[in-house]
């Protein structure tokens, strides 16, 4: 607040790259297609210390989990698949976050988690013939040695 007592206005965010944009767009398209499966989606490029989670949702199960979702979107597979993105640092930096999301027991906002175990979920995303259509592949219990597994 200023001397007058007003609140200052907000810097606007920088503009986003076409690349990001697309990101975004994938993204959306994840989180649709989780909610249409059912799942509840409760948050959106929610931070937890230095970790941007891009999808945090609850999946029903059986059994029902709370779900960090990362999303890999490619526009070509000219340098390997989206999955491929996704290395040990990665999986490690994510499980760091979910970790201190669960710690704190809320959302940035102060809404409550659910106690429920936590999973890491990778789904990759990829444009699929037509231009507006896309393909999705969801790895579930992705960061575990051997198979993947939960949190």
Do not use: N, Y
């Given at each position: ?38 799942w ?71 809404r ?21 259509r ?18």
């Amino acid at each position: 607040m200023d001397a007058r007592g007003r609140t200052p206005a907000r810097a606007a965010a920088p503009a986003r790259t076409p690349a990001q944009r697309a990101g975004d767009r994938a993204e959306d398209s994840v989180a649709a297609a989780l909610a249409a499966a059912g799942w509840r989606v409760l948050g959106r490029r929610v931070r937890a210390g230095r970790a941007e989670l891009d999808i945090v949702a609850v999946d029903p199960g059986p059994p029902a989990a709370l779900v960090v979702v990362e999303v890999r979107w490619r526009r070509s597979r000219a340098f390997g698949l989206p999955e491929e993105t996704v290395d040990g640092r990665k999986v490690a930096r994510l499980r760091r976050g979910a970790l201190r999301l669960l710690g704190a027991g809320t959302l940035p906002g102060g809404r409550p988690l659910p106690d429920l175990p936590l999973r890491l979920d990778l789904v990759a995303v990829e444009p699929a013939g037509a231009a507006d259509r896309l393909c999705l592949r969801h790895h579930r219990a992705i960061g575990e040695a051997g198979r993947g597994g939960t949190l």
